[in-house]
């Protein structure tokens, strides 16, 4: 994967999401619903739940296919929804 901000290559890992995640969510927004604010946010529409690879009985989940970049310090994510 090349970076797409300095078109660097950039080094394959994973994200693992550690800790007790029982009732939460874990969605993605377009930026519209993303800035909505205070009593707006409560109608937030149209996300996309990310889907963890693996859900473990340690409540570790595990998110494939994320890049990293040396140069700009970013991390980017290639993420699959629930459909
Ligand atoms: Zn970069």
Do not use: H
């Amino acid at each position: 994967m090349v970076c797409p901000i300095c078109g660097k290559e950039m080094t394959k890992g994973g994200i693992i999401l550690s800790g007790k995640r029982i009732s939460g969510e874990f969605k993605w927004y377009p930026q519209n619903e993303f800035d909505k604010k205070g009593l707006k946010a409560w109608d937030r529409s149209d996300g996309k739940d990310i889907n963890a690879m693996d859900i473990s009985l340690m409540g570790v989940e595990k998110f494939k296919d994320t890049y990293f970049c040396d140069t700009c310090n970013k991390i980017i994510g290639i993420f699959t929804i629930n459909e």
